[in-house]
Nanobody
Framework: VQLQASGGGVVQAGDSLRLSCAAS????????MAWWRQAPGQRREFVSS???????SYADSVKGRFTISRDIAKNTMYLQMNNLKPEDTAVYYC???????????????WGQGTQVTVSS
């Protein structure tokens, strides 16, 4: 399983970014996909997940601003981030696991991260 995240960058507060996660070695029909993030000096935290049937979940801190989606044909997951805030600054990771519960607590498959920096 390989997960390749991309799309990070440096933006100003209020701007938008879209992250992508290209998956290989797995199919979305068998895995729950998720985004996590880790800010400097902080623990890695769950951001959002999308289940095998398309059910989505979000952390309270991003609800209403972030949207997770996937393109099954491209085997790619996305995270549309709108109205970004300085506190969204972090390395964002994509993750996968067959279990909804596990992907939101301790995913077993991780991609490398992509840096998102939001300036005020």
């Amino acid at each position: 399983v390989q997960l390749q995240a991309s799309g990070g960058g440096v933006v100003q507060a209020g701007d938008s970014l879209r992250l992508s996660c290209a998956a290989s070695g797995l199919t979305f029909s068998g895995y729950v996909m998720a985004w996590w993030r880790q800010a400097p000096g902080q623990r890695r935290e769950f951001v959002s997940s999308i289940s095998r049937n398309g059910f989505t979940s979000y952390a309270d801190s991003v609800k209403g601003r972030f949207t997770i989606s996937r393109d099954i044909a491209k085997n790619t997951m996305y995270l549309q981030m709108n109205n970004l805030k300085p506190e969204d600054t972090a390395v964002y990771y994509c993750a996968a696991d067959p279990s909804q519960l596990v992907v939101q607590s301790a995913p077993t498959r991780w991609g490398q991260g992509t840096q998102v920096t939001v300036s005020s």
